[in-house]
């Protein structure tokens, strides 16, 4: 671990810094798995010491495990020519992560996406609504227990069966 990651991790016990690398190329970048309640600090401590390129929010449901969804920060250090992924763990009744909007402002529509198709709240998001699906859609259709459901396709009049 290089001094960088070893400056971001030290305040936070429960930090646990895996080494990995993309599977197209041998570049690497830090993996950093933390309590959901250390998430605001940290993402606030890793602005300050650099990582200050804010890159992506995702979330994932892993189905049949718990707790069952985790939710991803991709930061950049433009300046140390460091990335690092950090995610963090809630379970399916209580899919929530503190917003880190206050911190990197482009996570705003990251968060709205998360909740939208994963159901995953985000308390303190300035205006935390559905970005992709109808307002009165009902359910978040990327978790994995949502009924697929169909969709009538109309076939134009005179086409034939090969």
Known sequence: ???????????????????????????????????VSDWVDFALHAHEIGFDTFIDLFAVDHFTEAPRFEVTLNLLSMTAK????????????????????????GANFYEREAYDLLGVDFPGHPDLTRILMPDDWVGHPLRKDYDIGEVPVEFKAGSADL
């Open 1 to 35: 671990m290089n001094e960088l990651i070893a400056t971001l991790v030290e305040p936070f016990d429960a930090a646990e810094v895996e080494l990995r690398s993309y599977a197209s190329s041998e570049t690497t970048y830090h993996a950093i798995t933390i309590p």
């Open 82 to 105: 460091e990335r690092i992924l950090v995610s963090t763990r809630v379970p399916y009744d209580g899919a929530t992560v503190p917003t880190i909007t206050d911190v990197f402002q």
